[in-house]
């Protein structure tokens, strides 16, 4: 979620050395000719950044040295058919002046002076304004806002861990990592808190599914004992047929043996009791079977109940990282108004660093750079300072176990009077 429509390059301090000094708008220039007064003289920069000399013409010297200058200058005064070639030369009358907005008494635009300092710019404008009612309603916003912003961004974080563990759980994905996004988003403390209360709970339901599983393997076990016990009792009953029935063979074709009916008939009444014993065998091993079917189907339906789970369980916490994104955003917008400025967010990615006493807007050709400035930065001509209010405000992005903030809507927070520049937070995701 990008704050910025223009490019930009961040700095921080004061340059440790100092750039030629390049002209633009606002600077007036001299410009001497030997020997000819009518070309020589003064002229100012206009927009969009050319001079006009008497018998020179327009010239353009947006980003250019004196030197440089000079030489073009020169370079022109060859061509001239009535003019002997002359050397211009080129020097700064006056600078162009740097500006002071925000929190000051006096803001506007200030004459620069060489070694002009961030903290005597603020000086010169009359020093820091004494916080009004305004002021302090601004100030409460801006902190029950970043609070709020701060839980939102924390929440995101564990929201995407717990999006990690259910993936796990799907099968997606082997071992269980902490996102770079959600890296980013929590603390160092509060990244390995939520990534060991993930492990934690990816290990409880893991083993309490592998439990609930082992339960009804361990019963299949017990019905496989009970079914060889009865396929034990089925071939013996199955040896003793074979035997009773040999025996009722050899007794009816033996001659000269003698054998009392009562005999055959006990015979056959002792195989038609195996017979029984065999087929009741034979039912429980198919009743045992039985249950173990039924405990296949469960084993089959507790895996997909999980995987329903947590299908919908990633289909809650999808929902819940889309409203944090939302609400991330609308609460990065509020901050935004209420600072009255839009690049203090970058400036102050992941709330490093403490507030800058200035934001320096500086054009550097077609490039607008934005320098977190500390009160010891040099100012340069045409520089825009941008003074946020002076008040210590809460972690950004980084903060943990705040209390719960303000539940309004910051989109129908209105605001009092014009904006004042304070510092800004981060957004998150990268969008």
Do not use: C, W
Not at 100 to 105: A, E, F, I, L, M
């Amino acid at each position: 979620m990008s704050l910025l429509a223009i490019v930009q390059v961040f700095a921080t301090g004061a340059l440790a050395e100092p750039a030629p000094y390049t002209l633009g708008v606002g600077d007036r220039i001299a410009v001497s000719v030997h020997e000819r007064d009518d070309l020589s003289g003064t002229a100012q920069v206009r927009a969009p950044g050319v001079v006009n000399l008497p018998g020179l013409g327009e010239l353009s010297v947006l980003g250019l040295t004196t030197a440089e200058v000079g030489e073009r200058m020169t370079a022109r005064l060859s061509l001239k058919r009535d003019t002997d070639a002359k050397r211009a030369r080129v020097e700064i009358v006056e600078m162009r002046p740097f500006y002071v907005t925000g929190d000051v008494n006096a803001p506007g635009a200030y004459e620069f002076r060489e070694g002009l300092m961030v903290m005597q710019a603020v000086a010169l404008a009359g020093g820091h304004k004494t916080i009004d009612q305004d002021n302090l309603y601004v100030e409460s916003e801006l902190a029950r806002t970043r609070e709020r912003l701060a839980q939102a961004m924390d929440s995101l974080g564990v929201e995407l861990l717990r999006k990690a563990r259910l993936e796990v759980e799907m099968g997606s994905v082997e071992t269980l990592v902490v996102p770079q996004e959600a890296a980013d988003l929590l603390t160092a403390v509060r990244r390995r808190e939520a990534l060991a209360a993930q492990q934690r709970l990816l290990a409880e339901r893991t083993q309490g599914l592998a439990a609930r599983i082992g339960s009804r393997q361990e019963r299949k076990a017990v019905f496989d004992e009970e079914i060889a016990a009865h396929e034990r009792q089925i071939m013996a009953a199955d040896e003793q047929l074979e035997l009773i029935e040999e025996e009722i063979r050899t007794v009816n074709t033996a001659k000269g043996i003698v054998v009392p009916k009562t005999h055959i008939l006990g015979l056959r009444r002792l195989a038609a009791g195996l017979r029984g014993e065999r087929g009741e065998h034979t039912a429980d091993i198919a009743k045992a079977r039985e249950q173990q079917a039924v405990l296949d189907e469960e084993i089959i339906q507790l895996s997909a109940d999980r995987a329903m789970t947590v299908q919908q369980e990633l289909k809650e916490v999808d929902d819940a990282i889309a409203g944090l994104r939302i609400t991330i955003q609308e609460l990065t917008r509020f901050l935004a108004k209420l600072s009255g400025t839009a690049t203090l967010a970058d400036l102050l990615r992941d709330g490093a660093g403490e507030m800058p006493a200035a934001v320096i807007l500086r054009a550097d050709g077609d490039t607008l750079r934005t320098i977190a400035a500390t009160d010891t930065t040099m100012v340069q001509p045409g520089d825009v300072l941008r003074i946020p209010l002076q008040f210590a405000p809460q972690g950004l992005g980084r903060a943990q176990g705040q209390s719960a903030a303000s539940s309004r809507s910051p989109s129908a927070e209105p605001l009092r009077r014009g904006p004042v520049h304070a510092r800004s937070v981060p957004t998150a995701g990268g969008e």
